[in-house]
């Protein structure tokens, strides 16, 4: 899709979240870019348990350093009532959206200016 060069792709930047010390990748890999998405298979079962604290982290750094990441995930529910109302309350977000393919992630995020980015410390 035009564009996507705009765009880091977590699986074609060996980007998986599967602690909180991957996050520092992610967004290293985003600098320069519209954002990135991340699919299901990019992130750890622990992502989802909003009790390990793992998708509150990444959130709060993304936020931090003005970041976008579109989320792609067929179904929300899938993971719980509690993700799905998370999911939900990011449906507005202006770094922060879940949505439902690959194409919703390209579209969201080409639709969006380049923010003014923090460097990493």
Partial sequence: M???DQIAIAAESAILIRSAGDISDALSAS???RGFFLTETDLAPEFFDLRTGLAGEMFQKLVNYGIRVAIVLRDTAAYGERFSELAYE???HPLIR???SREDATAWLLSQKLLSQKPLS
Avoid: C, L, N
Wanted: proline share 0%.
């Fill in 31 to 33: 600098f320069g870019k």
């Fill in 98 to 100: 879940f949505v439902g």
């Fill in 90 to 92: 990011h449906s507005s």
């Fill in 2 to 4: 035009a564009g996507e």
